[in-house]
């Protein structure tokens, strides 16, 4: 039994990581709907949130299940109680990207990001794709060391948002209001993305150590 235990236990953790790569192709694809409108890509981003909702729900009953079942101690219980909250996490980056992609077909066949800002937004979400492929790896090879990258990585993102509310904000913005909400809520959404990415690896930390990462670049969730 305990043998079977454990093949679910790390069944559990197989399925996070595919959860991680359809939230790796959602926000990827999102983005390109977003700079190259394209309402086709927008529109199954869209719709195949529906299908990490779904994974949401089935990966947070099967970690419930085996804490009522299984009576896990030590670190077991670090495992299925850090990965509710990592599923938790990889449900709300889907839904960020699902965001972005329907501000990308409101606006088809225009574009919602002006020219002064598609640098930034284009590097924004090389940083998104790059810290959940980091968040998935680091899930998969049990590697505290690069998870702890993560937070190096997002101060890059924190950058970019300054630079993006450096154009928004400066005297040479020559976009109409619209465009201005358009920008500032995509450069929202992209920030947090990056910060459940952070949460992400923070988790990935505790499983393997069983402590949490430190500093105040580390958010205390």
Not at 142 to 148: E, H, Q, S, T
């Amino acid at each position: 039994m305990r043998a079977s235990y454990h093949e679910e236990l790390n069944g559990l953790l197989d399925s996070l990581q595919h959860m991680a790569v359809l939230v790796e192709v959602a926000v990827s694809e999102a983005a390109a709907s977003l700079l190259e409108p394209d309402l086709a890509r927008a529109e199954a981003v869209i719709s195949n949130d529906s299908q990490l909702d779904a994974m949401h729900e089935e990966l947070e009953y099967r970690c419930l299940s085996l804490l009522a079942l299984q009576a896990p101690v030590a670190g077991e219980l670090r495992t299925i109680v850090s990965a509710i909250r990592v599923v938790f996490e990889l449900a709300r980056m889907g839904d960020l990207a699902a965001h972005v992609a329907k501000i990308a077909r409101l606006r088809f066949p225009d574009s919602a990001v002006p020219d002064s800002l598609r640098e930034n937004f284009s590097r924004m979400s090389e940083v998104c794709v790059a810290m959940i492929q980091l968040a998935n790896q680091s899930l998969k090879d049990r590697d505290a060391v690069a998870a702890l990258r993560m937070a190096e990585i997002d101060h890059e993102m924190d950058h970019l948002r300054r630079d993006h509310f450096g154009v928004l904000l400066g005297k040479n913005w020559s976009g109409s209001v619209e465009q201005a909400i358009d920008v500032a809520l995509l450069g929202r959404y992209f920030e947090r993305f990056a910060d459940h990415a952070v949460a992400v690896a923070r988790r990935v930390i505790y499983i393997i150590t069983g402590q949490f990462p430190e500093g105040e670049e580390w958010p205390n969730a």
